[in-house]
């Protein structure tokens, strides 16, 4: 039986590096879960979540907040 890998988004705060999320998108990749992260969500863009995710090629998309 094939093994599908569920599919997930990370949301991004507009504060942080995005260490913790690009880790996991490595983990993803790499096996160590058994998922994909297919997007990023944001709520402002050109943090340092949203440039790590691209750079990585993980689409971003970018919901603002009422406070932001």
Same mark, same amino acid.
């Given at each position: 039986?094939?093994?599908?890998? +569920?599919?997930?988004?990370? &949301? ?13 998108? @490595? ?6 879960? @058994?998922?994909?992260?297919? &997007? ?6 050109? +943090? /340092?979540?949203? %440039?790590?995710?691209? /750079? &990585? %090629?993980?689409?971003?998309?970018? &919901?603002? +907040?009422? %406070? @932001?």
């Amino acid at each position: 039986v094939a093994r599908v890998k +569920t599919g997930v988004a990370i &949301l991004g705060g507009s504060k942080g590096r995005g260490s913790n999320m690009s880790r996991l998108i @490595e983990a993803c990749r790499g096996g160590e879960i @058994e998922a994909s992260v297919n &997007l990023v969500v944001s709520p402002i863009d050109g +943090t /340092a979540a949203c %440039d790590r995710a691209r /750079a &990585l %090629d993980v689409p971003v998309a970018v &919901l603002p +907040t009422k %406070d @932001e």
